[in-house]
């Protein structure tokens, strides 16, 4: 167990829906980065916060936006859900932009 | 896109036996990490080896990397049972940037 948590464990959302993604990250940790993993695929690195603010962002579309809280908890949000956007989505918490990553258990998506 | 990619694809032996895995990548690199992932959960961290470095050990594992060839290995000694999962390498080009994944290798083990 890392002390990553997330949440919820698996949703179900139709095609065209947002949803939001949860994230606690380990105690003393202030950085949180978001990846998507595909069935049978490696995880894809989404974005990253660090103490709030965005720090680095992969290839992926605006619709996929985030928020870092002042507990540095944090949020994905996707808009306008597509098919393809079925996956788990992990979140990773490290003590710094530096630090080494602990993941969290994810959370599995799925679009219909 | 996916920075390392890893050989093989898959991989069963029995319990008892020693698993190499090999993860080759496309750019310079800071450092590289193994991680472990059981049945689509999440990630946990094995290992990191850093650029300037050539091998490192924690038990039972055993980490070779060869800038030269930006290839790197991770070899399981004496597999259990439970080392049946999906192992990745991740390689971080600079320090504090993303952690790009290849594809992984699914490790099968029967007792």
């Known amino acids: 167990e890392t002390g990553v948590t997330q949440s919820p464990t698996h949703l179900i959302k139709t095609r065209g829906q947002q949803v939001t993604l949860r994230c606690s990250s380990q105690s003393g940790h202030n950085t949180v980065s978001w990846y998507q993993q595909a069935l049978g695929q490696g995880p894809q690195f989404i974005f990253q916060?660090?103490?709030?603010?965005?720090?680095g962002r992969g290839n992926f579309p605006p619709r996929f936006s985030g928020l870092q809280f002042p507990n540095y908890s944090s949020e994905l949000n996707v808009n306008a859900l597509e098919l393809d956007d079925s996956a788990l989505y992990l979140c990773?918490?490290?003590?710094?932009?530096?630090?080494?990553?602990?993941f969290g258990p994810g959370t599995r998506l799925t679009v219909t | 896109s996916q920075q390392g990619e890893e050989d093989p694809q898959a991989l069963s032996i029995q319990e008892g036996e020693n698993a190499t895995m090999n993860c080759s990548y496309k750019?310079?690199?800071?450092?590289l990490q193994w991680y472990r992932q059981n049945s689509g959960r999440g990630l946990v961290h094995l290992i990191l080896?850093?650029?300037?470095?050539r091998e490192k050990h924690s038990g039972r594992l055993r980490v070779t990397l060869d800038t030269s060839k930006k290839s790197s290995s991770l070899l399981i000694t004496a597999s259990r049972a439970a080392d049946t999962a999906s192992y990745f390498c991740?390689?971080?080009?600079?320090?504090?940037?993303?952690?790009?994944f290849g594809k992984g290798t699914t490790l099968s083990v029967s007792s």
């Open positions: 990773a918490s490290s003590v710094d932009v530096q630090g080494e990553q602990y």
């Open positions: 916060y660090y103490r709030e603010e965005e720090n």
């Open positions: 080896i850093r650029s300037n470095e």
């Open positions: 750019t310079s690199i800071n450092n």
């Open positions: 991740a390689t971080e080009k600079q320090a504090g940037t993303a952690l790009i």
